[in-house]
């Protein structure tokens, strides 16, 4: 449906000089032992030492912010004094992308050998030559840091300098970061419902959750495999509760 790769002679990629490459199935349990949350995702399988001369360092990674930043995001939250478009009380919006490395165009020629499930007897020796990105390949995280930054920019936002992962909008006095496929947006609900269109126009998109103390928010979701809670206590001051990784908490006990 996203047109990741058109198939098309095995010859034409040879006679470009440029070796398809290997995919694979890779399954992943992202949720616990108990509560399986399976992902399933055709990957390529490109080698270092096929792009050390090719590719440029700042190409294979892209930013990640640290845990941290989600804390001060939520530390934000509960504090008093943060100003908002319109005024409004202040709200976290969590936005999952489905398919992150995928979004992208690709910017290099790419080949890669389609899988089983793709190739009939009609189709002859043909490979696929990509559209998109794709998982696997090394310059793959970058380019979805490049697209969304770029979104981001065209809807008045500023990339982070010291962590390009982070963003502001001036305007929305909105922040937040990308931890990944994941968005953590702070805002007033304006803000953050701004952010849900711009995500929603050019990827598919889901908002797992809106906390904060409006009646259309929720009080507790699991951020990154921790449980977060958003509570008062009896003088009516808001407080946080952020409880460890599960996973962690096996692996520690195992």
């Known amino acids: 449906s996203i047109n990741l790769y058109d198939k098309v002679p095995r010859a034409l990629a040879v006679a470009r000089g440029i070796k398809p490459v290997p995919v694979r199935w890779v399954n992943v349990n992202k949720g616990d032992r108990l509560t399986w949350k399976l992902r399933c995702r055709l990957v ?13 360092a700042h190409q294979l990674f892209s930013a990640m912010p640290p845990w941290e930043i989600v804390k001060a995001l939520f530390s934000l939250l509960v504090s008093d004094g943060i100003e908002t478009e319109n005024n409004e009380d202040l709200e976290i919006g ?34 696929g030559r990509l559209n998109r990105n794709m998982y696997g390949f090394r310059d793959a995280s970058s380019g979805w840091q490049e697209d969304w930054q770029d979104l981001l920019k065209s809807e008045g936002y500023n990339v982070g300098i010291a ?29 953050i419902d701004h952010m ?38 009896d003088s009516g001051r808001k407080f946080v509760q952020i409880e460890p990784d599960a996973r962690h908490i096996e692996l520690i006990l195992k």
């Open 196 to 233: 849900a269109a711009t995500l929603a126009s050019k990827y598919s998109m889901r908002e797992s959750h809106r906390l904060g103390f409006g009646p259309h928010c929720v009080d507790e979701a699991s951020v990154l495999n921790r449980v977060v809670h958003l509570g008062k206590d």
């Open 44 to 56: 390529g399988k490109e080698l270092k030492a096929k792009t050390k001369e090719t590719l440029l």
């Open 94 to 127: 969590v936005f999952d992308i489905s398919r992150a490395h995928f979004m992208p165009k690709v910017k290099r020629e790419l080949y890669i050998e389609l899988p089983p499930e793709d190739l009939e007897e009609s189709d002859g020796d043909v490979v």
């Open 163 to 191: 962590n390009p992962a982070l963003f502001y909008n001036p305007d929305r006095k909105s922040r937040g970061g990308v931890h990944g496929d994941d968005f953590y947006v702070l805002g007033g609900k304006s803000a």
